[in-house]
Protein backbone atom coordinates (compact mmCIF):
# COMPACT_ATOMS: atom_id res chain seq x y z
CA UNK A 1 0.00 0.00 0.00
CA UNK A 2 0.96 3.47 -0.39
CA UNK A 3 1.42 6.15 2.27
CA UNK A 4 1.98 9.91 2.24
CA UNK A 5 3.85 11.29 5.02
CA UNK A 6 5.44 14.97 5.66
CA UNK A 7 6.48 14.46 9.40
CA UNK A 8 8.86 12.49 11.85
CA UNK A 9 5.77 11.44 13.90
CA UNK A 10 4.17 10.01 11.45
CA UNK A 11 7.50 8.01 10.20
CA UNK A 12 7.61 6.68 13.80
CA UNK A 13 3.88 5.48 14.13
CA UNK A 14 4.25 3.95 10.12
CA UNK A 15 7.71 1.85 11.30
CA UNK A 16 5.52 0.81 14.36
CA UNK A 17 2.30 0.12 12.66
CA UNK A 18 3.24 -0.92 9.10
CA UNK A 19 7.23 -1.17 8.76
CA UNK A 20 6.20 -2.39 5.34
CA UNK A 21 4.03 0.05 3.43
CA UNK A 22 5.61 2.14 0.40
CA UNK A 23 6.16 5.63 1.39
CA UNK A 24 5.72 9.01 -0.58
CA UNK A 25 7.05 12.04 0.63
CA UNK A 26 4.68 15.12 0.42
CA UNK A 27 6.47 18.40 -0.11
CA UNK A 28 5.83 21.69 0.84
CA UNK A 29 5.57 23.43 -2.96
CA UNK A 30 7.53 26.44 -3.15
CA UNK A 31 4.80 28.13 -4.43
CA UNK A 32 1.10 28.56 -3.90
CA UNK A 33 0.84 32.01 -3.99
CA UNK A 34 -1.47 32.02 -6.29
CA UNK A 35 -4.13 28.98 -5.45
CA UNK A 36 -7.75 29.85 -3.54
CA UNK A 37 -7.07 27.23 -0.72
CA UNK A 38 -3.00 26.57 0.41
CA UNK A 39 -2.83 23.28 1.64
CA UNK A 40 0.61 24.21 2.88
CA UNK A 41 -0.92 25.97 5.91
CA UNK A 42 -1.13 22.41 6.75
CA UNK A 43 0.91 19.73 4.88
CA UNK A 44 3.63 19.55 3.22
CA UNK A 45 7.72 19.07 4.16
CA UNK A 46 9.92 22.16 3.14
CA UNK A 47 13.14 21.39 0.97
CA UNK A 48 15.42 21.25 4.45
CA UNK A 49 12.32 18.98 6.35
CA UNK A 50 12.16 17.22 3.33
CA UNK A 51 16.16 15.81 3.42
CA UNK A 52 15.78 15.33 7.35
CA UNK A 53 12.90 12.83 7.02
CA UNK A 54 15.04 10.98 4.24
CA UNK A 55 17.59 10.40 6.86
CA UNK A 56 15.54 9.40 9.28
CA UNK A 57 13.72 6.98 7.14
CA UNK A 58 16.68 5.38 6.59
CA UNK A 59 17.60 4.80 9.90
CA UNK A 60 14.08 3.56 10.37
CA UNK A 61 14.45 1.46 7.66
CA UNK A 62 11.72 2.85 6.08
CA UNK A 63 10.63 1.74 1.94
CA UNK A 64 10.00 5.43 0.34
CA UNK A 65 9.27 5.05 -2.92
CA UNK A 66 8.32 8.74 -3.85
CA UNK A 67 7.54 11.90 -3.45
CA UNK A 68 4.28 13.99 -3.96
CA UNK A 69 3.33 17.53 -3.82
CA UNK A 70 0.30 19.92 -4.46
CA UNK A 71 0.29 23.29 -5.41
CA UNK A 72 -2.48 24.85 -3.56
CA UNK A 73 -6.36 24.29 -4.97
CA UNK A 74 -7.19 26.76 -8.56
CA UNK A 75 -3.73 27.45 -8.98
CA UNK A 76 -3.86 29.04 -12.42
CA UNK A 77 0.21 30.02 -11.91
CA UNK A 78 2.30 27.59 -14.54
CA UNK A 79 5.58 28.81 -12.50
CA UNK A 80 4.28 26.98 -9.40
CA UNK A 81 4.01 23.39 -11.06
CA UNK A 82 7.21 24.19 -12.90
CA UNK A 83 8.96 24.81 -9.56
CA UNK A 84 7.55 21.86 -7.69
CA UNK A 85 8.90 19.78 -10.06
CA UNK A 86 12.47 21.09 -9.64
CA UNK A 87 12.49 20.73 -6.08
CA UNK A 88 10.80 16.92 -6.67
CA UNK A 89 13.90 16.35 -8.76
CA UNK A 90 16.16 17.41 -5.69
CA UNK A 91 14.52 15.23 -3.52
CA UNK A 92 14.97 12.46 -5.42
CA UNK A 93 18.75 13.36 -5.92
CA UNK A 94 19.18 13.22 -2.08
CA UNK A 95 17.06 9.86 -1.80
CA UNK A 96 19.51 8.53 -4.25
CA UNK A 97 22.38 9.95 -2.36
CA UNK A 98 21.37 8.34 0.81
CA UNK A 99 20.75 5.25 -0.64
CA UNK A 100 16.57 4.90 -1.76
CA UNK A 101 15.74 4.27 -5.17
CA UNK A 102 12.61 6.40 -5.50
CA UNK A 103 10.60 5.42 -8.61
CA UNK A 104 7.25 7.43 -7.93
CA UNK A 105 6.06 11.60 -8.81
CA UNK A 106 2.45 12.51 -7.69
CA UNK A 107 2.38 15.92 -9.44
CA UNK A 108 -1.44 16.36 -7.24
CA UNK A 109 -3.87 18.34 -8.25
CA UNK A 110 -5.19 21.94 -7.99
CA UNK A 111 -5.42 22.02 -11.91
CA UNK A 112 -8.39 24.54 -13.00
CA UNK A 113 -11.24 23.21 -14.38
CA UNK A 114 -14.14 25.39 -16.05
CA UNK A 115 -13.96 25.93 -19.94
CA UNK A 116 -13.25 29.45 -19.69
CA UNK A 117 -10.06 28.23 -17.53
CA UNK A 118 -8.79 25.65 -20.34
CA UNK A 119 -6.51 28.38 -21.47
CA UNK A 120 -4.60 28.41 -17.94
CA UNK A 121 -4.60 24.58 -17.88
CA UNK A 122 -3.03 24.63 -21.13
CA UNK A 123 -0.03 27.04 -20.10
CA UNK A 124 0.09 24.78 -16.79
CA UNK A 125 -0.03 21.76 -18.75
CA UNK A 126 3.00 22.99 -20.69
CA UNK A 127 5.15 24.31 -18.10
CA UNK A 128 4.84 20.64 -16.72
CA UNK A 129 5.66 18.71 -19.81
CA UNK A 130 8.90 20.59 -19.96
CA UNK A 131 9.63 20.64 -16.26
CA UNK A 132 9.25 17.13 -16.00
CA UNK A 133 11.13 16.52 -19.23
CA UNK A 134 14.12 18.29 -18.14
CA UNK A 135 13.94 16.79 -14.43
CA UNK A 136 12.27 13.38 -14.98
CA UNK A 137 12.35 12.32 -18.84
CA UNK A 138 11.06 8.57 -19.71
CA UNK A 139 14.55 7.11 -19.44
CA UNK A 140 14.26 7.81 -15.72
CA UNK A 141 11.64 5.33 -15.15
CA UNK A 142 9.60 7.23 -12.91
CA UNK A 143 5.83 6.41 -12.95
CA UNK A 144 4.02 10.08 -12.67
CA UNK A 145 0.54 10.20 -11.31
CA UNK A 146 -1.70 13.20 -10.35
CA UNK A 147 -4.78 13.46 -8.29
CA UNK A 148 -6.61 15.80 -10.05
CA UNK A 149 -10.12 16.79 -8.33
CA UNK A 150 -11.60 20.25 -9.50
CA UNK A 151 -10.31 19.40 -12.83
CA UNK A 152 -12.19 16.40 -13.13
CA UNK A 153 -15.09 17.64 -11.64
CA UNK A 154 -16.30 21.66 -11.33
CA UNK A 155 -18.20 22.14 -15.13
CA UNK A 156 -20.01 18.67 -13.86
CA UNK A 157 -22.45 19.93 -11.91
CA UNK A 158 -25.05 23.15 -11.71
CA UNK A 159 -27.34 23.79 -9.14
CA UNK A 160 -30.66 25.47 -9.05
CA UNK A 161 -32.20 27.11 -5.83
CA UNK A 162 -35.53 27.73 -4.92
CA UNK A 163 -35.95 31.76 -3.83
CA UNK A 164 -37.93 30.63 -0.91
CA UNK A 165 -38.47 34.37 0.84
CA UNK A 166 -37.55 37.56 -0.21
CA UNK A 167 -37.51 41.12 1.61
CA UNK A 168 -37.48 44.59 0.42
CA UNK A 169 -35.73 47.36 1.94
CA UNK A 170 -34.47 50.71 1.66
CA UNK A 171 -30.49 51.73 2.69
CA UNK A 172 -31.09 54.41 5.56
CA UNK A 173 -27.89 55.17 5.88
CA UNK A 174 -27.81 56.42 2.05
CA UNK A 175 -30.32 59.11 3.81
CA UNK A 176 -28.86 61.01 6.38
CA UNK A 177 -31.53 63.25 7.46
CA UNK A 178 -34.29 60.45 7.61
CA UNK A 179 -36.10 58.36 5.10
CA UNK A 180 -39.20 60.10 3.93
CA UNK A 181 -41.38 57.29 2.51
CA UNK A 182 -44.48 59.26 1.67
CA UNK A 183 -41.78 61.34 -0.43
CA UNK A 184 -40.87 58.31 -2.16
CA UNK A 185 -37.81 56.50 -2.33
CA UNK A 186 -35.49 56.47 -5.17
CA UNK A 187 -35.82 52.98 -7.64
CA UNK A 188 -32.05 53.44 -6.87
CA UNK A 189 -32.35 52.89 -3.21
CA UNK A 190 -34.31 49.88 -3.03
CA UNK A 191 -32.49 46.85 -2.16
CA UNK A 192 -33.50 43.28 -1.81
CA UNK A 193 -32.83 40.32 0.30
CA UNK A 194 -33.58 36.93 -0.88
CA UNK A 195 -33.61 33.52 1.06
CA UNK A 196 -33.09 30.79 -0.79
CA UNK A 197 -33.38 27.15 -0.41
CA UNK A 198 -29.57 26.20 -0.17
CA UNK A 199 -26.58 27.89 2.25
CA UNK A 200 -23.01 27.94 3.65
CA UNK A 201 -24.13 24.86 5.58
CA UNK A 202 -24.94 23.21 2.51
CA UNK A 203 -23.85 22.95 -1.00
CA UNK A 204 -22.16 27.19 -0.71
CA UNK A 205 -19.81 26.40 2.44
CA UNK A 206 -16.83 27.83 0.11
CA UNK A 207 -18.67 31.21 0.67
CA UNK A 208 -17.95 31.22 4.26
CA UNK A 209 -14.30 29.78 3.96
CA UNK A 210 -12.73 31.73 1.26
CA UNK A 211 -12.73 35.25 0.76
CA UNK A 212 -14.55 36.78 -1.91
CA UNK A 213 -15.78 33.60 -2.78
CA UNK A 214 -18.95 34.79 -4.28
CA UNK A 215 -21.26 32.87 -6.37
CA UNK A 216 -23.17 34.74 -9.14
CA UNK A 217 -25.74 33.18 -10.54
CA UNK A 218 -28.26 33.39 -13.35
CA UNK A 219 -31.81 33.41 -14.09
CA UNK A 220 -34.03 30.25 -15.39
CA UNK A 221 -36.32 32.23 -17.35
CA UNK A 222 -34.19 35.87 -18.60
CA UNK A 223 -36.82 37.06 -20.65
CA UNK A 224 -39.58 37.03 -18.16
CA UNK A 225 -37.25 39.57 -16.75
CA UNK A 226 -35.44 41.25 -20.04
CA UNK A 227 -36.95 44.77 -19.71
CA UNK A 228 -37.06 45.25 -15.71
CA UNK A 229 -34.65 47.39 -14.03
CA UNK A 230 -32.32 45.84 -11.81
CA UNK A 231 -31.63 46.29 -8.50
CA UNK A 232 -28.81 46.18 -5.40
CA UNK A 233 -29.75 42.97 -4.01
CA UNK A 234 -27.96 40.21 -1.48
CA UNK A 235 -28.47 36.37 -1.59
CA UNK A 236 -28.42 35.03 1.87
CA UNK A 237 -28.98 30.80 2.30
CA UNK A 238 -32.19 29.57 4.61
CA UNK A 239 -30.28 29.01 8.25
CA UNK A 240 -30.76 31.26 11.46
CA UNK A 241 -26.60 32.14 10.98
CA UNK A 242 -26.32 35.68 9.96
CA UNK A 243 -22.77 34.51 7.90
CA UNK A 244 -24.95 32.34 5.54
CA UNK A 245 -24.74 34.87 2.81
CA UNK A 246 -24.11 33.76 -0.75
CA UNK A 247 -23.39 36.88 -2.48
CA UNK A 248 -23.61 40.16 0.13
CA UNK A 249 -24.20 42.55 -3.26
CA UNK A 250 -24.86 41.92 -6.78
CA UNK A 251 -27.11 43.48 -9.59
CA UNK A 252 -30.69 41.79 -10.14
CA UNK A 253 -34.26 42.41 -11.12
CA UNK A 254 -36.42 42.29 -8.71
CA UNK A 255 -36.80 38.19 -8.68
CA UNK A 256 -40.79 36.81 -7.50
CA UNK A 257 -40.56 34.76 -5.00
CA UNK A 258 -40.53 30.45 -5.94
CA UNK A 259 -38.13 31.86 -9.01
CA UNK A 260 -35.27 29.68 -9.92
CA UNK A 261 -31.81 30.48 -9.80
CA UNK A 262 -28.74 28.63 -11.29
CA UNK A 263 -25.51 28.24 -9.97
CA UNK A 264 -23.14 26.91 -12.56
CA UNK A 265 -19.88 24.53 -12.31
CA UNK A 266 -20.44 23.90 -8.58
CA UNK A 267 -19.39 20.43 -9.05
CA UNK A 268 -16.38 20.88 -6.78
CA UNK A 269 -16.29 21.38 -2.84
CA UNK A 270 -19.91 21.91 -2.90
CA UNK A 271 -22.34 19.13 -1.99
CA UNK A 272 -20.07 16.87 0.36
CA UNK A 273 -20.15 19.80 2.38
CA UNK A 274 -23.94 19.38 3.74
CA UNK A 275 -23.92 19.81 6.87
CA UNK A 276 -27.99 19.76 7.74
CA UNK A 277 -27.36 22.01 10.01
CA UNK A 278 -30.28 24.40 10.76
CA UNK A 279 -32.46 22.28 9.10
CA UNK A 280 -30.80 22.70 5.91
CA UNK A 281 -32.32 19.83 3.33
CA UNK A 282 -29.62 17.99 0.96
CA UNK A 283 -29.83 18.53 -2.26
CA UNK A 284 -31.49 16.15 -4.69
CA UNK A 285 -29.60 15.03 -7.78
CA UNK A 286 -30.86 14.67 -10.95
CA UNK A 287 -28.60 13.37 -13.99
CA UNK A 288 -28.17 14.55 -17.22
CA UNK A 289 -26.83 13.80 -20.53
CA UNK A 290 -27.32 14.58 -23.98
CA UNK A 291 -29.01 11.28 -25.78
CA UNK A 292 -26.53 11.01 -28.22
CA UNK A 293 -23.70 10.29 -25.95
CA UNK A 294 -26.96 8.07 -23.73
CA UNK A 295 -27.22 5.86 -26.23
CA UNK A 296 -23.42 5.45 -26.73
CA UNK A 297 -23.11 4.74 -23.45
CA UNK A 298 -26.21 2.42 -23.36
CA UNK A 299 -24.81 0.50 -26.24
CA UNK A 300 -21.80 -1.02 -24.29
C1 LIG B 1 -4.09 15.27 -1.33
C2 LIG B 1 -5.03 15.93 -2.28
N1 LIG B 1 -4.98 15.60 -3.58
C3 LIG B 1 -5.80 16.16 -4.49
C4 LIG B 1 -6.76 17.08 -4.10
C5 LIG B 1 -7.65 17.69 -5.16
O1 LIG B 1 -7.27 19.00 -5.36
P1 LIG B 1 -7.87 19.91 -6.53
O2 LIG B 1 -9.35 19.84 -6.42
O3 LIG B 1 -7.32 21.26 -6.26
O4 LIG B 1 -7.39 19.36 -7.83
C6 LIG B 1 -6.84 17.47 -2.76
C7 LIG B 1 -7.82 18.46 -2.33
O5 LIG B 1 -7.91 18.87 -1.20
C8 LIG B 1 -5.95 16.88 -1.82
O6 LIG B 1 -6.00 17.21 -0.52
Known sequence: MLMTFDNACELHKIKAIYPTSRLVLRLLPPD?????????????ASSKAACK????????DLNIVGVSFHVGSGNHEPSSYYAAVVLAKEIFDHAQKIGFNLNLLDIGGGYPGLWDEMKDFEKIVAGLRQGLMENFPPSSNVKIIAEPGRYLVSSACNIALTVISKCIDYKEREF?????IQAGVPECNKHFTYYLNDGVRGSFMDCLLLEDSHVTPTITNPERYADEPQYNSTLCGPSCE???VLHPSLKLPELDEDERLWFKNMGAYTIPFYSGYGGAKRQRKFYVMENKYWLVLFSL
Open 53 to 60: LLETAKDL
Open 32 to 44: ESNSTIKLGNKFG
Open 242 to 244: ARD
Open 176 to 180: PGGLD
